[in-house]
């Protein structure tokens, strides 16, 4: 670390204290790498975006291969945007404010480089591995096994750094905006370790350790608490950082900091479950989740309140500066989103709203409004200062405000059209009590002009984006780069024993990080504890049917090939137990029918009909010819075709193993049955193959659609079920 002690001149010796000064300087050349990254992933990650907007309404948009088939590059769109766009964006807004919150340099330069370039090569590890099928299904946890022990490591990399520069730092007193990064890095840690608990099986092949309603509730506790402990807490610490210093006005209130970081951080960790309302999951599990998501909706509020009454008497300055402009723009988007999220976890509102484009432009509002402006507002304050220089033109930064603002606008109003059209339709009966849809494809065409829109704002946000990628070029070839930026501050001082006379009794805590560390953490678990452990240890919680029994060896690799081509991210597998649902599908799902399945796939979307009681509903060669030319069976379907499936040959060299790791995770696999797993694979699959040859369909045993028909024609299939009408 650059540093040295410093006499300034004419000033006189009384104490040492007061004539000493520490010389330091900040990292700026940090800042900036990820400044750069979060502009590249930024564009890389959008881009995909538009993509699989179109795709939804021209199926040809899949390009013909079966690596940029929706199924298989949505996962990257959500990663690419979350983890490489917002999470670099994250990196480079602690790495700014902390320096200048603690007032010395990261702890170590090395750390600061090893972070960066790790973080940057676990991202291009998932560009690789997502498009080629490698994939866990987990909804924003995707990636295999051996890349989430890499995200375990660079986590501890960037947690180090910034707790050895909190413990180093010349300012005893915490700002708020550190509450918020230590918050992060915890929560995100047992998040990310809890729920990427599995069985590896091959180098890019894992089970999950939890099954069925047990996997469904650690994967939504996780991915609920991702929004939380991700996309909103480490910007809560920027907005309280780089809001105040563009406004240069106060924060409005430090004692509704303090209720705002406490009640966030407690109450957030329970909400997990709204994301399963109606489904297998124990309704008092249900009830929890939907009570501390109403309860969320006071400290959202009361962050959002705090950052716009902060810039109280200084709305002409935001009249005239951007980057004002999207910081505006970001905390309403961030208390409109925490007001629907509150919203869509009451059941009434949940019922019509869930499995719905409803869900995905309430996600988008948040993340290009919420993270997508804060972000670009920061990048706008912050880059012309470490290359001391004004901004370009702001001129184009407004351009850009307002195409981002119109992008925003022309995506989220046609999906919530579509999901309002979704629930509706899905649920009409005719006077006669008949479905009035029954086909599921009826609700789907009339979607695609609200598909079309959507592309058309993501190409609008994209645009934007594009025009502050060409500010930013500009802004930065007028500067130049203050890579090592001096600054001088006291050296902090031992601790004065004794009752504190300055103000407030949260103070105490806020000059002690360990203790805020362990008290944020127990404030985090809590929640977790409270609805996990009793489901893992009552056996009530999720009874078991006897006539449920472990998938066969074909069946488990065609499960295998359903989890590869992404079919999750459009059809789900729960019938909830609403009449419009078993009426269209059959029987409602029970809790017991899922406790062979790792990981669960109930989906959070659908765009497709739910499958969970497609087994036995159609002849193989339905299946077949479904998966060969999806309008052959559906006419005017948005699915795209498989072709692939019917030349690849079905690899069951992994079969032994995938018994062997299930086996020990208490699927009741027979001992000594691996062996002859693959002998009974082939006899199950030339049945298969015999069945569609009397429908004149020749087919070898061996290919991959022969496993993926015995999958689905296994679904829903172990007890006895209505009819769907």
């Given at each position: 670390?650059?540093?040295q002690?410093?006499?300034l001149?004419n000033q006189?010796l009384y104490?040492e204290?007061?004539s000493?000064?520490?010389k330091f300087?900040?990292d700026n050349?940090?800042v900036?790498?990820?400044?750069?990254?979060t502009?590249?992933?930024?564009?890389a990650?959008?881009l995909?975006?538009?993509i699989?907007?179109f795709q939804?309404?021209r199926?040809e948009?899949?390009?013909?291969t079966?690596?940029?088939t929706f199924?298989?590059?949505?996962?990257?769109?959500?990663n690419?945007v979350i983890f490489?766009?917002v999470g670099n964006g994250?990196f480079m807004?602690?790495?700014?404010?902390?320096q200048r919150l603690?007032?010395t340099?990261?702890?170590?330069d090395?750390?600061s480089?090893?972070h960066?370039?790790a973080?940057?090569?676990i991202?291009?590890s998932?560009v690789?591995?997502l498009p080629l099928?490698?994939?866990?299904s987990?909804e924003?946890a995707e990636l295999?096994w051996?890349i989430?022990i890499a995200i375990?490591?660079?986590?501890?990399?960037?947690g180090?750094n910034?707790?050895g520069?909190?413990?180093?730092?010349?300012?005893?007193?915490?700002y708020v905006?550190i509450w918020f990064?230590?918050?992060?890095?915890?929560?995100?840690?047992?998040?990310?370790?809890v729920?990427?608990f599995a069985?590896?099986v091959?180098?890019l092949?894992s089970?999950?350790?939890?099954a069925?309603?047990?996997?469904?509730l650690v994967?939504w506790?996780?991915?609920?608490?991702?929004v939380?402990?991700?996309l909103?807490?480490?910007y809560?610490?920027m907005?309280?950082y780089?809001?105040?210093?563009a406004a240069?006005?106060?924060v409005?209130?430090?004692r509704l900091?303090?209720i705002?970081?406490?009640?966030?951080?407690f109450?957030y960790?329970?909400?997990?479950?709204?994301?399963l309302?109606?489904t297998s999951?124990?309704d008092?599990a249900?009830?929890?989740?939907v009570v501390f998501s109403?309860m969320?909706l006071?400290p959202?509020?009361?962050?959002?309140?705090?950052?716009l009454?902060?810039?109280?008497?200084?709305w002409d300055k935001?009249?005239e500066?951007p980057v004002?402009?999207?910081?505006?723009?970001?905390?309403?988007?961030?208390?409109?989103a925490?007001?629907?999220?509150?919203?869509?976890?009451?059941k009434?509102?949940n019922a019509?709203?869930?499995?719905?484009?409803?869900i995905?432009?309430?996600?988008?509002v948040?993340?290009?409004g919420?993270?997508?402006?804060?972000t670009?507002?920061?990048l706008?304050w912050l880059?012309?200062?470490?290359?001391q220089?004004?901004?370009?033109s702001?001129?184009?930064a407004?351009?850009h405000?307002?195409?981002g603002?119109?992008?925003?606008l022309?995506?989220?109003i046609?999906?919530?059209?579509?999901?309002f059209?979704?629930g509706l339709?899905?649920?009409?009966?005719?006077?006669?009590g008949?479905?009035?849809?029954?086909?599921?494809?009826?609700?789907?065409l009339?979607l695609v002009?609200?598909y079309?829109?959507?592309?058309i704002?993501g190409?609008l946000?994209?645009?934007?984006?594009?025009v502050?990628?060409y500010?930013?070029?500009k802004?930065?070839?007028?500067g130049?780069?203050?890579a090592?930026?001096?600054?001088h501050a006291?050296?902090?001082m031992p601790?004065?024993?004794?009752?504190?006379h300055?103000g407030?009794w949260?103070?105490?805590?806020?000059?002690?990080?360990?203790q805020l560390?362990v008290w944020a953490t127990?404030?985090?678990?809590?929640?977790?504890?409270?609805?996990m452990?009793?489901?893992?240890?009552i056996?009530s919680?999720?009874?078991?049917?006897a006539?449920?029994k472990p998938?066969?060896?074909?069946?488990l690799?065609?499960?295998d090939?359903y989890?590869?081509e992404?079919?999750?991210?459009?059809?789900t597998?729960m019938?909830?137990p609403?009449?419009?649902?078993?009426?269209?599908y059959?029987?409602?799902?029970?809790a017991?029918?899922?406790?062979?399945d790792?990981p669960?796939l109930w989906?959070?979307?659908r765009?497709?009909?739910?499958l969970?009681?497609?087994?036995?509903?159609?002849?193989?060669?339905?299946?077949y010819h479904h998966m060969?030319?999806?309008t052959?069976?559906s006419?005017?379907?948005i699915?795209?075709?498989?072709?692939?499936?019917?030349d690849?040959?079905l690899?069951?060299?992994?079969?032994e193993a995938?018994i062997?790791?299930?086996?020990?995770?208490?699927?009741p696999?027979p001992?000594g049955y691996e062996k002859?797993?693959?002998d009974d694979l082939?006899?199950?699959a030339?049945k298969i193959?015999?069945?569609l040859a009397l429908e004149k369909i020749?087919?070898k045993?061996d290919?991959?659609?022969?496993?993926?028909?015995?999958y689905l024609?296994?679904?829903?299939?172990?007890i006895?079920?209505?009819?769907?009408?």
């Open positions: 670390m650059l540093t002690t410093i006499t001149p006189p104490a204290q007061d000493l000064l520490d300087f900040y050349k940090i900036r790498d990820f400044g750069y990254a502009l590249f992933w930024g564009v990650g959008m995909i975006g538009v699989i907007a939804l309404a199926p948009m899949n390009m013909g079966q690596y940029t199924g298989r590059v949505r996962p990257l769109h959500t690419a490489a766009f994250i807004g602690v790495y700014y404010s902390l603690c007032k340099r990261m702890y170590s090395k750390l480089k090893i960066f370039w973080w940057q090569l991202i291009v998932a690789i591995t099928g490698y994939t866990s987990k924003y295999e051996p989430d375990t490591l660079v986590w501890v990399v960037f180090w910034m707790f520069t909190i413990l180093q730092r010349r300012e005893r007193h915490l905006g990064y230590i918050a992060t890095f915890l929560t995100v840690a047992v998040l990310h370790i729920n990427s069985i590896p091959t180098f092949k089970y999950s350790a939890y069925g309603v047990q996997d469904a994967q506790w996780y991915g609920h608490n991702a939380a402990f991700f909103t807490t480490p809560l610490g907005m309280y780089f809001l105040p210093k240069n006005r106060p409005y209130s430090y900091s303090i705002h970081f406490w009640s966030l951080i109450i960790i329970w909400a997990g479950p709204h994301h309302l109606y999951l124990p008092w249900q009830s929890l989740g109403v969320l006071a959202s509020w009361g962050g959002m309140i705090n950052g009454l902060t810039l109280r008497g200084a935001v009249r500066e004002l402009k999207f910081m505006v723009v970001a905390i309403t988007a961030y208390g409109m925490t007001f629907e999220g509150p919203m869509l976890s009451l009434n509102v019509i709203a869930h499995f719905t484009d409803w995905v432009a309430h996600v988008h948040g993340a290009l919420w993270n997508g402006f804060l670009f507002g920061i706008y880059l012309p200062r470490i290359f220089t004004k901004l370009y702001k001129k184009l407004n351009t405000f307002w195409l603002t119109l992008g925003i022309f995506y989220a046609p999906m919530y059209w579509a999901g059209t979704q339709m899905w649920k009409q009966f005719t006077k006669e008949l479905l009035q849809y029954p086909n599921f494809l009826e609700t789907v009339q002009p609200m079309y829109m959507r592309g704002g190409v946000y994209l645009s934007g984006v594009f502050m990628i500010n930013v070029v802004t930065v070839k007028q130049t780069l203050l090592n930026e001096e600054a006291a050296p902090l601790a004065v024993k004794g009752p504190h300055d407030h949260h103070r105490w805590i806020e000059r002690r990080p360990i560390a127990v404030a985090i678990l809590i929640g977790g504890a409270v609805e452990i009793p489901t893992f240890l056996d919680n999720v009874p078991t049917i006539a449920v998938y066969t060896s074909l069946e690799q065609g499960r090939v989890i590869r992404g079919c999750v991210n459009c059809h597998q019938v909830r609403f009449r419009s649902e078993t009426e269209r059959g029987e409602y799902s029970k017991g029918e899922f406790v062979y790792r669960f989906g959070s979307k765009t497709g009909p739910d969970h009681r497609v087994g036995g509903k159609y002849p193989h060669s339905w299946h060969l030319d999806p052959s069976m006419p005017g379907s699915m795209p075709p498989y072709p692939w499936l019917f690849q040959t690899d069951i060299s992994t079969t995938k062997n790791a299930l086996r020990k995770l208490g699927t696999y001992e002859q797993a693959n082939k006899k199950q030339e193959a015999a069945e020749e087919v045993p290919k991959e659609i022969v496993a993926l028909i015995a024609q296994r679904l829903g299939t172990d006895k079920v209505k009819e769907a009408k």
